[in-house]
């Protein structure tokens, strides 16, 4: 019982992890790209921002499809 917790409880950390990463690259790329484009500093660093906001509110949109899924 405790081993399968523990287990549940790395992956859900693992995968949390993974999330963030990938959401701060998305923002990163955003936010470069951006400023390739001719943005402003602020300009640019709201696109990241929003960018990041977007990887994840999907996420979480995602993580409550696949929970109605299995409950």
């Known amino acids: 019982m ?3 917790l523990a ?3 790395a992956v859900v950390l693992l995968a ?3 999330i963030v990463v990938v959401a701060l ?3 990163t790329a955003a936010g470069k790209l951006a400023r390739m ?3 402003t500093y602020p300009t640019a660093l709201t696109r990241a921002a929003t ?3 977007a990887v994840i509110t999907l996420a979480a949109a995602v993580t ?3 929970a109605t899924l299995f409950a």
């Open 25 to 27: 690259l998305t923002g």
């Open 2 to 4: 405790y081993r399968e």
């Open 16 to 18: 949390t992890a993974l």
């Open 7 to 9: 287990v549940t409880v």
């Open 64 to 66: 409550v499809a696949i």
């Open 37 to 39: 484009d001719g943005a």
């Open 51 to 53: 960018a990041f906001a």
